[in-house]
């Protein structure tokens, strides 16, 4: 049974820090890719960062380039999102994806059916 969880959410102040979780069992973890995606209300779900199954590559979003950190311990079958520097435009559901990253291109072709059920991040003063 493969699932994805995720946990760290929450409702922070714009500056601040948080950092999510992604907990994966039912599937081998260190095979695939691994992601984090976001959306926001009446928006469309964009992706946030990937990271390839070893860790070797990693890509962000622009809007985040620079605050995020997206992280894996494939011992723990956990991938972890680190976010600083929080704004108000960074409140989201936040949802684990595992899928394929490219070492060589950066493209990061999700696996449909490897979704976590999200979790959600506020960022307001």
């Known amino acids: 049974q493969v699932q994805l969880v995720e946990s760290g959410g929450g409702l922070v102040q714009p500056g601040g820090s948080l950092r999510l979780s992604c907990a994966a069992s039912g599937f081998t973890f260190s095979s695939y890719g691994m992601s984090w995606y976001r959306q926001a209300p009446g928006k469309e779900r964009e992706l946030v960062a990937a990271v390839t199954s070893g860790g070797g590559r990693t890509r962000y979003a622009d809007s985040i380039k620079g605050r995020f950190t997206i992280s894996r311990d494939n011992a723990k079958n956990t991938v972890y999102l680190q976010m600083n520097s929080l704004k108000p435009e960074d409140t989201a559901v936040y949802y684990c994806?595992?899928?394929?990253?490219?070492?060589?291109?950066?493209?990061?072709?999700?696996?449909?059916?490897?979704w976590g059920q999200g979790t959600q991040v506020t960022v307001s003063s």
């Open positions: 994806n595992a899928g394929t990253l490219n070492y060589y291109t950066g493209s990061y072709f999700p696996s449909e059916d490897y």
